[in-house]
Structure formats: C-alpha cells, structure tokens
C-alpha cells in the first residue's frame, strides 16, 4: 500500500521572535510525524529560548481512553533536547506542532522526525465460500467480501516487492530564509527484513530503544532557493524479500547566519512530504 505524508511548516517571524507552525496529513497511520529535536541555539551569550506546543496522539493508550489525545508544552533547556526518546516517539503520532524561538540572534537548528511502520505479511489465500478470497499473514485465516479462505505459508508473500522512498520539500524563498541562511537536509534510516520469516508483527508497533540500520543515506546540505527538490531512494534494491520493518525519515533545519534576529514581518511556508511506494 503507498504511504504518504505531507508536512506544512508555516515558518514566520514577529520582532525578534521566529514561529513554524506545523501541520500534519497522511494517507496512513502507519506513516506520522514522531518527533522534535533542537540541534542547535545562538553560540555567543544571548537571551531567549526555544518552546512552543505539541498535539499527539498517545498510542499507547487505550482508543477509549481520555489520555489518548494529548496537548503538552514543548520547553528545551540545557538538559532537554528531545521531545521524545526514540523508543517512544513510535507510540506517539503528532498532529500539530507550534515551536517558537526567542534568541536574538539566528543560529537555531532542529529536526522534525518521521515514523514509517512496514507492512505485515499478506499472502492471498485459498478461494472461500461465496466467491471470497482470502489474504491471510501467511499463517492465519483471512477473509474478504463473502468468503473465507485460509492462508498458505507456501504463497508468495504479495508485501515483498522493491520499495522506493520520495522525500520532498518545496518552498518559496522569501526574506527570512534569506535572512537566516536557512539550510536542509534529509536522512532517511530503515530496518530491512533479514529474511521471510522476519517480517513485522501486528503488535510490533515499535523497534524497542534502538533500531537495526541496513539502510542509511543523507542528502548533502541544501539551501531554501525556492526551488522543488525531490530525494528518491531505494530501500531494498535487488532485494524484494527485504522489505522494510521500520524506517526514520529525519528534516534537518539550521539558521546558518549568526546575525540578529529580524525585527520586520516575513513569512515562508514550506511543504515535506514523505512518499513510500
């Protein structure tokens, strides 16, 4: 099934205060945005912070639980660069993200993380009564329309296949991202699996504390130009079999200039999306 992700950072800035409001949509829950990082602040003494607001879904909890949505302050300070640890930003799904810096001076950097869960087996099983077919995990029953028919762990598996990553940004130059020097980057990091036995379970929903890299690539730096830039990757070429289990895609953001901060109105929206296909 293809997966896709859209990201709008509504970036802007108010006398000595810069804002990216976030917004989230996706084709499918197993594709979100999981996580917030502050990579860097101002090097020379200068007042201010980084803070703003966060909206997620808490995966952790029950669906009828009232903890289920939730809406936290986000405050980094000198002991706090992360939202959440890596093991947990898989349970949690952001919807909205509000970050405000308050520096006097550009030289702010941060990361906006994706979480992308692989698919399940999916074998087509023997024909059901009433003309259904059944598409089972390889091992237990499936059903569809009618009829129920049992999976065959001797099937093909239909989820292997070559899968490709897009990621996307798009933007329009304007003054601030001019002003700031604001450069990008993209790393993408997936966990394949080691063979047809290894595929992810339905309550797999986290690759625990850390995560196995067989696959790693990250895009050079590039400047906010206006220009449409579309990174495609290969997760498994050549191996169908090694379909992906877990992957992070990581936006990279950093104000490289070290002036001060602007005191005249600008705005920039800037568009990500992550395609899997």
Known sequence: MKALLTILLAAFSIPAVAAVDVSVSSSSDDI???????????QSPTPGSFSG???????????????????VGLAFDDSTNQLFSFGNQWLSR????????????M???????????GPLYQCKGNNGNGGGHGYGNCKNNGNNGNGNGNGNSNEDDLSERIYSLAANVRNS????????????????????????????????????????????????????????????????????QRVPKFCEVVFEFKEASAAPRSNVLTDNEIELAVDIF
């Open 94 to 105: 952001i919807t909205r993200l509000n970050m405000s810096f308050s520096y006097e001076t």
């Open 107 to 117: 030289g702010v950097g941060y990361k906006v993380h994706v979480c992308y869960l």
């Open 173 to 240: 130059a304007n003054a601030y991202t001019a002003a700031a020097n604001l450069y990008y980057r993209v790393t993408t990091s997936c966990d394949l699996r080691s063979s047809r036995l290894d595929a992810r379970q339905e309550n797999q929903v986290s690759p625990g504390d850390s995560m196995q890299v067989d696959y790693s690539y990250t895009t050079n730096w590039a400047a906010f130009d206006g220009t449409f830039r579309d990174n495609v990757m290969v997760l498994n070429a050549n191996w169908p």
């Open 32 to 42: 979100f945005v999981c996580n917030v990082t502050r990579t860097a602040w101002p």
């Open 53 to 71: 607001s966060v909206d997620y879904v808490d995966l952790n909890s029950p669906a009828t639980s009232p903890w289920r949505n939730r809406s």
